[in-house]
């Protein structure tokens, strides 16, 4: 691809960033508004309340929620993604309420599809916000049980479609759900809805805010390492992508995601489908600590934080600084 290495004089590279013009215009890749998929933690309580390890984010109430949505939709932001929380006395074995027709999640849906029609909805497929041991799946004598457990996610995933989900996001790598999820979407006439497969995801420590957020962290014990990927891989990251596509995800999703940019990128390039990354909890409170610490600008470390993912190959980023980005997006562009 290259010609002879570049010499000087002939070639000085900082004649391109002379200007902010001429920088600019020799930028190879820019983050958009588009680009945004907002994740969101809802709640049964009515209004909203703080979340001590993530500074700037609440829960919501639906009712509480809907104005964000609004304001978030004129910005331009495209996806919400849905997040309940439920408080250990609410939670049981069986996790019944992860499919009932009326949840938290589903009313919600509703909610949003009716009042924002305009905003794409996700939802988070997994069982640990309603489960007494805070893990992604049924359990029995400590294992968590793989077949079992699709059985439960096919039936939340389901009860999503048919409250108007638009991308369902099964969060939770058990293996073979992406398939029994697309068969019995495809059986029951929902035709058009979309799965966002977290394919790679890992057993980070960088979820612990997050399960704070959902009600998880007081009832979580051990770790998530049987079903979570090892840190270490990333082969089999490649080989967990080409499995959902062939089972029938329409996009991947690559979580943690800066300190994973390595994969976002690989998955990228080997298959070129559409690829998120989720900037999680703990990458939000590592930046928004430094922030308030005032060790980094807020808005410059913001938008390099998310503008990485783009120049790593994502299409998409869901980042709890979804409304900031958009608003700052907004503010130097002119326009949304
Ligand atoms: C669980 C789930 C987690 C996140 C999204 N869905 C946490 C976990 O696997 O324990 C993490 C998101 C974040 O940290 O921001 N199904």
Request: proline content about 6%; overall charge negative; glycine content about 8%.
């Amino acid at each position: 691809m290259h010609l002879t290495p570049a010499s000087y004089p002939a070639t000085r590279f900082r004649r391109n960033r002379r200007t902010d013009a001429l920088r600019r215009l020799t930028q190879e890749t820019a983050f958009g508004v588009n680009d945004l998929i907002w994740p969101v933690f809802i709640q049964d309580d009515a209004g909203s309340s703080d979340i001590a390890s993530m500074p700037g984010v609440q829960r919501h109430s639906t009712e509480a929620l809907l104005p964000r949505v609004e304001e978030a939709a004129r910005l331009g932001v495209p996806a919400v993604c849905l997040f309940p929380y439920t408080a250990p006395s609410a939670r049981t074995e069986t996790c019944e309420m992860a499919w009932h027709p009326d949840n938290l999640v589903n009313r919600t849906i509703r909610a949003i599809k009716d009042a924002v029609p305009e905003m794409a909805v996700m939802t988070d497929i997994a069982l640990d916000p309603f489960n007494i041991h805070g893990q992604d799946g049924l359990m029995r004598d400590g294992i968590v049980l793989n077949d079992e457990t699709v059985d439960a996610l096919v039936k939340m995933a389901l009860s999503q479609a048919e409250a108007g989900a638009d991308i369902l996001g099964p969060s939770d790598m058990m293996d073979g759900r992406i398939g029994r999820m697309r068969m019995a979407l495809e059986a029951e006439g929902h035709h058009g809805t979309s799965i966002m497969s977290y394919s790679a995801k890992y057993a980070s420590v960088f979820y612990g805010p997050f399960r704070d957020a959902v009600g998880a962290s007081a009832v979580l014990k051990g770790d998530k390492k049987t079903y979570q990927m090892n840190p270490g891989n990333t082969d089999e990251a490649l080989r967990l992508v080409a499995r959902d596509l062939t089972e029938g995800a329409d996009s991947v999703m690559v979580k943690p995601g800066m300190p994973y940019l390595d994969v976002c990128r690989r998955v990228k390039d080997e298959f070129g489908v559409p690829t998120f990354a989720y900037q999680v909890s703990g990458e939000y409170a590592m930046l928004k600590g430094a922030m308030a610490q005032g060790w980094l600008d807020p808005t410059k470390g913001m938008a390099e934080s998310l503008l990485a993912f783009k120049r790593a190959g994502c299409d998409g980023v869901l980042t709890y600084f979804a409304p900031e980005m958009a608003r700052h997006l907004r503010d130097v562009n002119g326009t949304a």
